[in-house]
């Protein structure tokens, strides 16, 4: 069983910028391949972005395709998501997600295996 733990949200002015963390525990790290999603009031979790297990490839969202990037530390079981320009339309409930099968950006989220309980972005304008 694999637990999932997010960090690094708040409350940031549009334009600026949050890394969010994601620490893994209880299972073989790099056999997983993670990915973060996102979820704002009223709206369904849609997908942010995603990387293979080696860290070799990743997937984003158009949404946020050149402002986040994805990236992972196998040594310190983490993933991180770091966002630039923010913009108060990325507002939400950040959750990191472990698959262990392949990625991508079509991945649906109940293909994946384990979540986080989630940490709050919140973008003013």
């Known amino acids: 069983q694999v637990q999932l733990v997010e960090s690094g949200g708040g409350l940031v002015q549009a334009g600026g910028s949050l890394r969010l963390s994601c620490v893994a525990s209880g299972g073989t790290f790099s056999s997983y391949a993670m990915a973060w999603f996102r979820q704002a009031p009223g709206m369904e979790r849609e997908f942010v972005a995603a990387?293979?297990?080696?860290?070799?490839?990743?997937y984003y969202a158009d949404s946020v395709k050149g402002r986040f990037t994805i990236f992972r530390d196998n040594a310190k079981n983490t993933v991180y998501l770091q966002m630039n320009s923010l913009k108060p339309e990325d507002t939400a409930v950040y959750y990191c997600?472990?698959?262990?099968?392949?990625?991508?950006?079509?991945?649906?989220?109940?293909?994946?295996?384990?979540w986080g309980q989630g940490t709050q972005v919140t973008v003013s304008s």
């Open positions: 990387i293979t297990r080696s860290g070799g490839s990743t």
């Open positions: 997600a472990a698959r262990s099968g392949v990625v991508g950006a079509r991945i649906p989220e109940y293909d994946y295996d384990y």
